[in-house]
């Protein structure tokens, strides 16, 4: 399959077809997903997809750059697919055809714009942009309903931790990730690292502003070297390289970028990992 063929079929879909899609996606969500935490085995290259925001020509760079329809490879979403950029319907139906069609190398991850209840995002143009592409406000129902079945994190054992927002600040266990308290996953979600001791509450209005301490006392509980993130329109290091964050998206006017990893090399710090980001 290449993905010019999505795309033709995109262009085509109805709304029973994409309901149908998304159906086959949760079903096989269902059996796979045990635990809000996926862990993934050190086995091949991992392609790394910050936030989308709508923007299909980033996403379609992307899988085009990576090779990830020729290769044997993983791809992982770190979440945040629609609202703001004009194309949120193309990037589900693309991440869903993925995901159907490559159940064991795809892994999404949620983000706050896939909100849990009571955090509810605004700008939020998705539900408008589906109306629009299919005519019907029950394919926004049916997606929504996609959205609890997304990860919250994902873990390569002794090596990195891939989140949408940040750790949760009082993390004392990787059980705590494998079910998350409605605490955890708001922080998880909303979190930004920042150079500061300690945490406070952030200004976005959900989650919190965590600093070097905590990532620190974290990452030694969960083992792991490094936190690779999103959310926020930047790539840089935080925290003297435990947590990088990277961006997919040009909605905000700046570049996006994404990250290959081999999981059979030793694990890498931030700062080593920022080198070999692609931006573009
Ligand atoms: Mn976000």
């Known amino acids: 399959m290449e993905l010019k063929d999505f795309l033709e079929e995109e262009r085509s879909l109805g709304k029973e077809e994409f309901i149908e899609l998304v159906n086959r996606v949760i079903e096989i969500l269902e059996k796979e997903r045990k635990r809000d935490l996926v862990v993934i085995k050190p086995k091949g290259l991992l392609t790394v997809v910050g936030d989308l925001h709508g923007d299909l020509a980033s996403l379609c760079f992307i899988l085009e750059k990576s090779k990830f329809l020729e290769r044997n490879d993983k791809i992982i979403f770190l979440?945040?697919?629609?609202?703001?950029?004009?194309?949120?319907?193309?990037i589900y139906f693309l991440i869903l055809k993925l995901k159907e069609n490559f159940p064991k190398r795809v892994f999404l991850l949620r983000g706050n714009h896939e909100?849990?209840?009571?955090?509810?995002i605004y700008p939020h143009d998705l539900p408008f942009q589906i109306i629009k592409r299919y005519g019907s406000s029950e394919v926004y129902e049916k997606v929504k309903e996609f959205w609890s079945y997304l990860y919250f994190s994902a873990l390569v054992k002794k090596k990195y931790l891939f989140l949408h927002g940040g750790l949760p600040v009082n993390l004392s266990s990787?059980?705590?990730?494998?079910?998350v308290s409605k605490e955890s996953a708001e922080e998880i979600l909303w979190n930004d690292p920042a150079e500061i001791k300690g945490f406070f509450p952030s200004s976005r209005g959900a989650g919190k502003i965590f600093g070097e301490d905590v990532s620190k006392r974290i990452l030694k509980v969960l083992e792991v070297k490094t936190v690779i993130r999103s959310h926020e329109p930047s790539l840089k290091v935080n925290h003297s390289g435990l947590v990088l964050t990277l961006t997919s998206t040009k909605v905000y006017g700046n570049f996006a970028s994404y990250l290959k990893i081999n999981l059979e090399e030793r694990a890498k710090d931030a700062f080593e990992l920022e080198k070999e980001v692609i931006k573009f």
Do not use: A, N, T
Request: glycine residues 16%; hydrophobic residues 20%; aromatic residues 12%.
């Open 79 to 90: 979440g945040d697919y629609g609202d703001r950029g004009e194309y949120s319907p193309q």
């Open 115 to 120: 909100f849990i209840e009571g955090l509810e």
């Open 174 to 179: 990787v059980k705590e990730l494998e079910k």
